[in-house]
């Protein structure tokens, strides 16, 4: 996965890793060299690949400026995002969260767009930036896709526990209720829903 996420190495009639040993005890039985080429040729790519890698994966997690990476050849969001989860992997989570975000800007498609959104929402409420999480919740929220329920709930928990606005946290819920009734999402309309009707304590001046 990793020369294809970060070199965009795609391997076209290859021969799976799994299938060598059968190759090669084939080859044992029948003596027949012309069985051995895929093995070279499958050999071959790896060597080739983990040369790019050894030359580039080091340098990126140094330095993941933007004039660095483009000196290293990487430009494309998939490669972006390929060293992001890397970084992330590896606990440089501020330093993966910029490459997620240039990901997003460098054009990712849709199978990967919506997770990279998730991923880096959910990376800034990690971090403590409520705010800058709230935008990509709401992005999610505002289109199809896998996460516009989970994006719905977060931007619910959001307006209840940080804003206090129980109104907007409960039409957040119903929204979200709205693509599928879950144990949570019906428990947390319920304790919104009484929070709303109870009555407010008067003041005494």
């Given amino acids: ?10 391997r076209e ?11 090669y005890f084939e080859y044992l039985r029948s003596r027949e060299a012309q069985r051995l080429v895929p093995i070279f040729h499958h050999n ?6 983990l040369a790019c890698l050894t030359a580039i994966v080091p340098a990126a997690f140094r330095d993941t400026g933007r004039d660095s990476l483009e000196r290293l050849g990487l430009r494309r ?5 390929g060293i992001a989860r890397w970084l992330i992997a590896a606990g440089e989570e501020e330093k993966g969260l910029e ?3 240039r990901a997003i800007e460098s054009g990712l498609p849709d199978c990967h767009l919506f997770s990279v959104l998730w991923k880096t929402g959910q990376l800034e409420k990690k971090l403590q930036r409520p705010h800058a999480a709230v935008e990509i919740f709401s992005e ?5 896709n896998e996460f516009r329920v989970a994006a ?7 307006y209840e526990h940080e804003e206090r606005n129980l109104a907007i946290a409960l039409e957040f819920t119903q929204q979200a209720l709205l693509f599928g009734e879950t144990p949570e999402l019906l428990n947390r309309k319920a304790r919104l829903e009484r929070r709303l009707q109870k009555p407010r304590t008067k003041r005494l001046i």
């Fill in 99 to 101: 490459l997620l975000k």
């Fill in 140 to 144: 999610l929220a505002g289109c199809r």
């Fill in 77 to 81: 969001g998939e490669e972006f995002l």
């Fill in 1 to 10: 996965q990793l020369e294809n996420q970060i070199l965009g190495v795609c």
């Fill in 152 to 158: 719905l709930e977060e931007l619910a928990k959001y």
């Fill in 44 to 49: 071959a790519i790896d060597i080739l690949t």
């Fill in 13 to 23: 009639g290859d021969l799976p890793g799994e299938m060598i040993p059968y190759v």
